[in-house]
């Protein structure tokens, strides 16, 4: 609950929308990369959703300034929109978005949030059995992808610079998942 309600409160408040629908808005938004998480690992698109709420709201009992169903279906698009600052993420491909954002998140199919989240694998640790299949084993630290990490980065490279670094090395990055066999 503590992701930008200073933005979305006086928004909601200045629009009156409809108590269900601002829910629904708080759900959404709260999140700060569930716009695009969903979009790509759900294949909800963020339209079609937006569409969804605001027909939700329109249906409903309107208060006495609220707002049109096209306004509605404005704000709730604008805050589903990427933040606006903008690395070196957004220049690479759809599909090393969805890598990066992933690795960056933990919204993964690593074993840790399949485990956690989905009891989907029979334990958080890596196969090689040293620690939990985190980005950051996979990326610094895990023994059996030394050969295919040497491969990308002979040198030593901080876990920040990996995930957030220049388009080159978010490529990397990208690069190395895809040889490593890895589905993230
Ligand atoms: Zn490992």
Not at 43 to 52: F, K, Q, T
Not at 74 to 94: C, G, Q, W
Not at 162 to 167: A, D, I, N, P, W
Request: glycine share 4%; with cysteine; charged share 30%.
């Amino acid at each position: 609950m503590q992701a930008r309600w200073w933005l979305i409160r006086p928004m909601q408040d200045r629009l009156n929308l409809p108590q269900r629908l601002r829910r629904k808005v708080w759900e959404v938004a709260d999140a700060p990369e569930a716009p695009r998480f969903l979009r790509y690992n759900l294949g909800i698109p963020g339209n079609e959703r937006a569409d969804e709420l605001a027909k939700e709201g329109a249906v409903e009992d309107q208060p006495e300034n609220s707002v049109s169903f096209s306004e509605q279906k404005t704000i709730i698009k604008a805050l589903m929109r990427p933040r606006t600052n903008r690395d070196d993420y957004h220049t690479t491909s759809r599909e090393q978005q969805v890598n990066l954002i992933r690795l960056r998140t933990g919204h993964n199919r690593l074993n840790p949030h399949m485990n956690r989240k989905f009891k989907l694998a029979p334990s958080p640790t890596c196969a090689c059995g040293q620690e939990d299949q985190t980005a950051e084993h996979i990326l610094q630290r895990c023994p059996s992808l030394d050969e295919e990490r040497k491969e990308v980065w002979p040198s030593p490279t901080p876990l920040q610079t990996k995930l957030y670094g220049s388009r080159q090395e978010l490529e990397k990055t990208t690069t190395f998942i895809t040889s490593a066999g890895l589905i993230v």
